[in-house]
């Protein structure tokens, strides 16, 4: 849904009219609506590229809702054995106390153990703080995108640009997680021959 918006936005520029083609003022007019497209196209890839992280995020909260919600059910049910051995308790006579002492620490090593568990679900990682500025050569800047069996080290390898001004032009979380098809800025840099 979100690509078709994309397109929506590029396809609704205005062209510039089909009169006067020949003119210098045409030639001017092409010239602005070429860059107004290629800022445009930019844009795009940098709301595609966030568009992306928050997916991830979204996915990883998700992740967590359902550890928490599976580990309210195990407590709950922690919950109702506990008053059933209360139950059990106030209901026996002196004879059976001592079974139900052994009950008792079997549950609290249980009770232990799942609380160990929710502690686990609970305990959020710090966020990670993302390893980019910036601060990257702005002049000299190429598009390149992403071929199969490509990381981040063999791009640079590719365009002699370097790995930082790749991970800061693109602001890039985790460059690990490049794509095939992603479309990167690459200052710096230079087009790879094409292969043969």
Known sequence: ?????????????????????????????????????????????????????????NTELRAQVETLRQSAVTLTRLNAAVADLNRLVQSTDQNTRGQIGTQIKKLGDETNAALDALAKGQAMRPPVAPDFSGDYPKDAVIRYTVQPGDSLSIIVKKTGAKKQDIINANKITDPSKIQVGQTLLIPGGKLPPPAP
């Open 1 to 57: 849904m979100w690509k078709a918006l994309l397109l929506g936005t590029v396809l609704a520029i205005p062209l510039a009219p089909a009169q006067n083609l020949g003119g210098p003022s045409s030639s001017v007019d092409w010239a602005n609506l070429s860059e107004q497209v290629r800022a445009l196209t930019d844009q795009t890839g940098q709301l595609t590229l966030r568009l992306e992280q928050i997916e991830r995020q």
